[in-house]
């Protein structure tokens, strides 16, 4: 490996302009060489000197590139992966993973095959707010956890006209924060017995599930996922249950808002998150607990180690195929109205 790794970042919608292309600039080790978008203009005004090609397959077989990363729409995800293995570059691919568990599996195989690092960019493992849950879930203060709500709702009562909330395979709220959501939880508790899940259309016009609810059943813990597009006002992030005591954050990570504002990651009060988690006794008294910073750049510099030899993989295929099976498998959930088991492999029951 050269000491400073060119990449390839494949799309220039919102996931490629307002996460990758700042992260990719501000990691030492990774050097931002190409990006395949068809709007030149638009990378260039950003990204000044990095080349641009409106060929997506070629982008992903480039003889100068060490590292592809994909940012493209969801059901493009497996091409070109499967092309930038082939050609012999490592992979990274935005979540989710693929469209389906067959394609999921698939592409692990194909990394194995080929000898090259494939992960999946989950970022939301280093937002403040899901740090700050770890921190206080570590510290033993709640006690045995028993429940947990983690939500992210909004109010955006329009449907848009984009990919992402047309009926696409692939589409939909619960392919697009149901990702981030699931992996926090199976970092923090591993599989779930069981999940039941329901997946709604609520707004006039929407095409596609813009509001889900899935509980994951733990047995005696039990842990709520939700999202919405119809929540005036916001609720809290986290609502965290114990034996002693509970804990709640109420605003979420400020990340994706500094970026989409032009903030460059790595400044001085970057990730900063003013907003404390509150942990409440049984006789209610509140104690603020302050937040640990956030920053999603760790996720980069853990791949950065990771290619060199010097740690894992941060998100390795097998993680990334659970969370394609519980995707599937809350889909399945819904349309038969009960509660289902994952069905999934000896390796890949080990993976969390």
Request: contains cysteine.
């Amino acid at each position: 490996m050269s000491a400073s790794l060119r990449v390839a970042l494949i799309g220039y919608g919102f996931v490629g302009q307002t996460f990758h292309g700042p992260l990719l600039s501000s990691i030492p080790g990774l050097r931002l060489d190409l990006v395949a978008s068809r709007d030149a203009a638009r990378v260039q005004a950003d990204l000044p000197g990095v080349r641009v090609t409106a060929d997506y397959a070629a982008a992903v077989r480039d003889p100068a590139v060490d590292l592809v990363v994909i940012a493209s729409p969801n059901q493009t995800h497996v091409p070109l992966a499967s092309a930038a293995l082939a050609a012999g570059k490592h992979v990274v691919v935005d979540k989710p993973f693929t469209v389906t568990l067959a394609e999921a599996r698939q592409l692990a195989q194909e990394a194995e095959a080929a000898g090259r690092l494939l992960s999946v960019f989950q970022n939301r493992r280093w937002d403040s707010d899901f740090l700050g849950l770890q921190a206080v879930l570590a510290s033993g203060a709640l006690g045995d956890v028993t429940s947990l709500e983690s939500r992210i709702e909004r109010f955006r009562p329009q449907v848009r006209d984009r990919w992402r909330e047309a009926d696409l395979p692939g589409s939909g709220l619960w392919f697009d924060l149901g990702p981030h959501l699931l992996d926090q939880a199976l970092c923090l508790f591993g599989l779930p017995q069981r999940l039941q899940a329901s997946l709604v259309r609520q707004r006039p016009g929407a095409r596609t599930d813009d509001w889900f609810q899935v509980q994951l059943d733990y047995g005696s813990r039990q842990v709520t996922l939700r999202a919405g597009m119809l929540a005036a006002g916001g609720v809290p992030r986290f609502l965290a249950q114990g034996t002693a005591a509970s804990w709640l954050k109420l605003a979420a990570d400020r990340q994706e808002d500094a970026l989409k504002a032009g903030v460059r990651p790595g400044g001085p009060d970057w990730g900063q998150d003013p907003d404390p988690g509150w942990l409440i006794a049984a006789d209610g008294e509140r104690q603020a607990l302050p937040t640990p910073p956030g920053d999603h750049r760790r996720y980069y510099l853990a791949l950065v180690e990771a290619l060199a030899g010097h740690a894992a993989n941060p998100v390795p295929p097998a993680q990334a195929c659970v969370l394609m099976a519980l995707l599937e498998t809350a889909q399945r959930s819904s349309a038969e109205g009960r509660a289902l088991v994952p069905e999934l492999t000896a390796a890949e029951r080990a993976a969390y």
